[in-house]
């Protein structure tokens, strides 16, 4: 395997773990409207998140890094190209995480309600357009013969990507619900297992459509396994929820977001970014790749850097992995 099938698989990893992640926390900040009911269990949900959402978005900045360093002409492409969706996102994600550290600094009810409003927004927006974003990479774009993106952003705007991002959204909102029942206590718990059952079966529908319209489009025989495993966890997941197993459910929701993300990736080695106006301009592995020797020195550091993060991370969640319900806020009034 050559270096720059090695840092496709990388990026790739990336990717998966932080839709993984951040899937979680943006479906919980998206259940900040869905579920919780006062303003005490809104705290409740944001807590839940607190300690680990700044920590899930470094695998987002590592993933562009990487994909800049790695392959450079992906990265030209796909930002000019992606430029108005992606600053959407940017904007979102600066604005989400001034709600989180703004939204307590203050007492005023109308302060906190509207950094808490921000947080919903913030988190629902990106969770479309992430799987809109994504959709339009697999699916193929206006790539010319000088490697440009030549098409506008109403181009990505086509049902195939459309249907991307509500799958993404949905999917983040259930992986965000069975996360919830699994950190808290109380009515909250049961309220979210309840809501995981709804969410999850309207997730279903649109992530068989579009995992089916892959497949179909531009898969093969590791992407159909993927598909499988994607299928069987979701449904897993939604019985593993039903008996109270939370740790099971969330782990199973888990799966099936790291399977989809896998298929995608299955169905697009070796383009990086297909081009839907000739095949032989599609960006793939080897013309978007740096030098073999930067991937050499980018690998390097990745095996020593890696492992240092992980440790980190598994750790802040070890130590805030217990639940927590209303009954553990502390004053308000403080």
């Known amino acids: 395997m050559e270096l720059h099938d090695v840092w496709f698989v990388l990026i790739a990893v990336l990717w998966t773990g932080y839709f993984f992640l951040e899937g979680f926390d943006f479906g919980v900040g998206v259940l900040t409207k869905l579920l919780a009911r006062n303003r005490p269990e809104k705290r409740v949900l944001i807590n839940t998140i607190g300690p680990v959402w700044d920590g899930n978005e470094v695998w987002l900045l590592t993933a562009g890094g990487a994909t800049f360093a790695a392959f450079p002409e992906w990265y ?24 989180f550290e703004y ?6 009810e109308n302060w906190q309600r509207n950094w808490e409003t921000a947080i919903f927004w913030t988190s629902l927006i990106p969770a479309f357009l992430w799987g809109v974003a994504f959709g339009n990479i697999v699916h193929g774009v206006k790539i010319d ?3 440009e993106y030549v098409g506008s ?24 619900t069975v996360f919830t029942a699994l950190k808290t ?8 297992r309840a809501l995981a ?6 997730t279903a529908v649109p992530a068989l459509v579009f995992l089916v319209w892959t497949q179909a489009h531009s898969g093969n025989g590791k992407s159909l396994v993927a598909l499988v ?18 740790g099971w459910s969330f782990a199973l929701s888990g799966v099936t977001i790291v399977a989809a993300v896998a298929m995608l990736f299955l169905t697009l080695f070796p383009n990086v970014m297909p081009s839907t106006l000739n095949a032989d301009w599609s960006l793939t592995v080897t013309n978007a790749s740096s030098s073999p020797y930067t991937l050499k020195i980018m690998t390097w550091l990745a095996v020593i850097a890696t492992p240092v993060v992980l440790l980190y991370q598994g750790w802040t969640y070890w130590v805030f992995r217990k639940r927590i ?3 553990h806020l502390a004053d308000a009034a403080h």
């Open 153 to 176: 952003v109403w181009d990505l705007l086509n049902p195939y990507a459309l249907l991307g991002g509500l799958v993404t959204l949905t999917l983040f909102t259930f992986h965000g």
């Open 229 to 246: 495993v994607a299928v069987a966890a979701l449904v897993a997941a939604l019985v593993a929820n039903q008996a109270g197993r939370e």
């Open 325 to 327: 319900g209303t009954q």
């Open 197 to 202: 059952l709804r969410v999850g079966l309207a």
């Open 103 to 108: 939204r307590v600094k203050r007492p005023e």
């Open 145 to 147: 013969r000088d490697l």
């Open 185 to 192: 206590v109380g009515e909250i718990r049961e309220r979210a």
């Open 76 to 99: 030209a492409t796909l930002f000019s190209g992606f430029y108005l969706p992606l600053l959407v996102i940017l904007v979102c994600l600066i604005v989400r995480g001034v709600a």
